[in-house]
């Protein structure tokens, strides 16, 4: 479908297509039950109260036709770094960079608030390691260490990091559905679910959203199309499918299985819970699966920082592909089968930003943004490169979704994203002409941050919300025009 606009697409032949199906499903999966599975279930919790396990029931739901708008395109465009590269060929190089942008930030934000998440369960055993919220030198110090040996497996290449990324995400399943039977059968109180709790609808919806820094994991396996032979858009969809079943009953065991003392506290406390799924595995009896997820607190945010050190290396080569960045970031090395340079930068900067972000639950809003506004390009584009009239309307739809959910996080979180846009449009317009067809972007994160500035979610803002969508799917689909790739 991409000869439909005229752009040739190709793959450096230096990559090696060593992926497997079960891989891909690895990379996307391992993604989405990172950091979040050990910790949101409390944040979630917190702002909805017993009603957690529906707010993680109804994000998946939400997201869904997204999910499936990314693996058709993932069955359209079976190359390394895909997710930037269908923009620059319906859109140009401007649009691509802004996206390509918000994969970077959003991506480079994700591996410091990883190796938060792993220093905040050790500090369940070695309270030195964190102090009120922070990580202390100790904390620091593990957090980089995590940090290296990330780069380190990421400089393997394509088969090495297949085999950390398989191991690490399946032996993790295995503990979280040995969790669920286990303090289920053992723990499991129903009236925790009568308990009185009356979130704000704000708060609801803000929890919605948090779900997304979860779930947003399901678009990696695309990143690595280029190196599999294997049906990518299947192994998003088994991925979610699998993410939405888990994130629906941990979230629903963890809180059944909390006792009255900790609830008396109120739902609010629970986000203070420093190893949550730990703790209520002791709760109930099971101090060896209580000590097991102090050992996956460490393996599960290290396994997403690793996809997540992994997809950079790809972003960078789809966006010198795209001429947004120099071409010798995107130069791929024979003998690793991957771009060595932005291994070594990405990996300096990664370690910059541990010493730069706030704490989990305050960083992950902000990555939220990033990521939900890149949802929506997809949509734009299926729409563009589909003739199938049912094609055309799953992209509108999810189109709108991303625009509500967008609109979820508040500002200035909303604000934060729009500002990427306009600085990523700025940097690229004396390179390129081509500069219209990404101006509804900025108008469309525009809006929507305006609105979420004025007025807190409400019931009587969702058609506004909507409409605004609806105007920019518009523009969207008639300013298309896309841009050619460079070789490297």
Not at 203 to 231: H, P, Q
Not at 472 to 481: D, E, G, Q, V
Request: a positive charge; charged letters at 10%.
């Amino acid at each position: 479908m991409a000869d439909k606009v005229g752009i040739n697409i190709k793959d450096n032949p230096n990559f090696r297509k060593e992926a497997g199906i079960f891989s891909l499903i690895a990379f996307s999966l391992g993604n989405i039950i990172g950091s979040g599975i050990l910790i949101l279930p409390a944040v979630t919790a917190s702002l909805a109260g017993p009603l957690s396990p529906f707010v993680w029931l109804i994000g998946g739901i939400l997201l869904l036709p997204v999910v499936i708008v990314y693996s058709k395109l993932a069955r359209i465009f079976p190359f390394v770094g895909s997710k930037i590269r269908f923009i620059n060929v319906t859109h140009g190089k401007v649009m691509a960079s802004s996206v390509g942008w918000l994969y970077l930030i959003g991506t480079l934000l994700t591996i410091p608030i990883e190796a938060e998440a792993t220093a905040n369960y050790l500090s369940y055993v070695f309270p030195s390691i964190m102090y009120r919220g922070h990580p202390t030198i100790i904390g620091y110090f593990i957090e980089s260490i995590i940090v290296i040996i990330i780069y380190l497996l990421v400089y393997l290449g394509i088969r090495g990091l297949s085999i950390s990324v398989n191991t690490i995400t399946y032996a993790k399943l295995g503990i979280l559905i040995v969790y669920v039977l286990a303090v289920g059968y053992l723990d499991f109180h129903l009236s925790n679910f009568s308990m009185k709790f009356s979130p704000s609808f704000s708060n609801f919806l803000y929890a919605i959203a948090l779900t997304m820094f979860a779930y947003g994991g399901f678009r990696s396996a695309m990143v690595y199309a280029g190196e599999s032979k294997s049906d990518t858009g299947k192994a998003i969809m088994i991925a979610f499918v699998l993410s939405m079943i888990i994130y629906t009953l941990v979230p629903l065991v963890f809180i059944a299985s909390l006792s009255t003392s900790v609830l008396s506290s109120g739902w609010s406390s629970l986000s203070k819970m420093t190893a949550p799924l730990a703790e209520s595995a002791i709760i109930a009896g099971v101090p060896a699966l209580g000590a097991l997820f102090i050992l996956d607190g460490v393996i599960s945010p290290s396994g997403a920082s690793l996809i997540g050190a992994g997809d950079l290396i790809r972003y960078s080569y789809a966006l010198a592909k795209a001429g947004s960045f120099p071409k010798v970031l995107g130069k791929v090395d024979v003998k690793r089968g991957i771009p060595i340079l932005p291994v070594i930068l990405f990996g300096a900067f990664s370690l910059l930003t541990l010493f730069m972000l706030s704490t989990f639950e305050e960083s992950i809003g902000y990555l939220v943004a990033t990521r939900i506004l890149a949802y929506s390009t997809g949509p734009v584009s299926l729409f563009i490169l589909s003739e199938k009239k049912s094609d055309k309307v799953l992209s509108f739809i999810a189109f709108l979704v991303t625009g509500l959910i967008f609109s979820f996080v508040g500002f200035p979180k909303t604000l934060f994203g729009t500002l990427v846009i306009l600085l990523a449009i700025l940097a690229m317009i004396p390179f390129s002409r081509n500069y219209i067809p990404a101006l509804w972007y900025l108008g469309f994160s525009g809006i929507v941050t305006l609105i979420t500035y004025f007025t807190l979610p409400t019931l009587f803002y969702l058609p506004i919300i909507i409409l605004a969508s609806t105007a920019f799917f518009y523009l969207a689909t008639k300013t298309a025009k896309g841009d050619g790739e460079n070789d490297l």
